[in-house]
Nanobody, 119 residues
Framework: QVQLAESGGGLVQAGGSLRLSCLAS????????MGWYRQAPGKQRELVAV???????NYAESVKGRFTISRDNAKNSVFLQMNSLKPEDTAVYYC?????????????WGQGTQVTVSS
């Protein structure tokens, strides 16, 4: 099993910045991909950014140029630097880890951290 603990959410004015952190613990040896998803009230959970163990990244179009995902493999951590925040970025942000073991992939989720951007 893998446990994920997020931190860094909060309330910020439009145009401001926040940095989210996620620490993975437990059976972290086979974690491949880590990332961030978000869910706004009344909407489905959506991908924000993901990063593979080798460092390749993928971003949602809505955050490209504003958000940067990074990871520290040695510390089993993933980060999301969010700049130029907009009210539409308001959501609960979830850390995700995908572990691949013996050909099988397993998804793990954190409990989420609230990000609120005021206009």
């Amino acid at each position: 099993q893998v446990q994920l603990a997020e931190s860094g959410g909060g309330l910020v004015q439009a145009g401001g910045s926040l940095r989210l952190s996620c620490l993975a613990s437990g059976s972290t040896m086979w974690i491949n991909r880590m990332g961030w998803y978000r869910q706004a009230p009344g909407k489905q959970r959506e991908l924000v950014a993901v990063i593979a163990s080798g460092g390749s990244t993928n971003y949602a179009e809505s955050v490209k140029g504003r958000f940067t995902i990074s990871r520290d493999n040695a510390k089993n951590s993933v980060f999301l630097q969010m700049n130029s925040l907009k009210p539409e970025d308001t959501a609960v942000y979830y850390c995700n880890a995908v572990r691949r073991l013996l050909g099988k992939e397993s998804d793990y989720w954190g409990q989420g951290t609230q990000v609120t951007v005021s206009s």
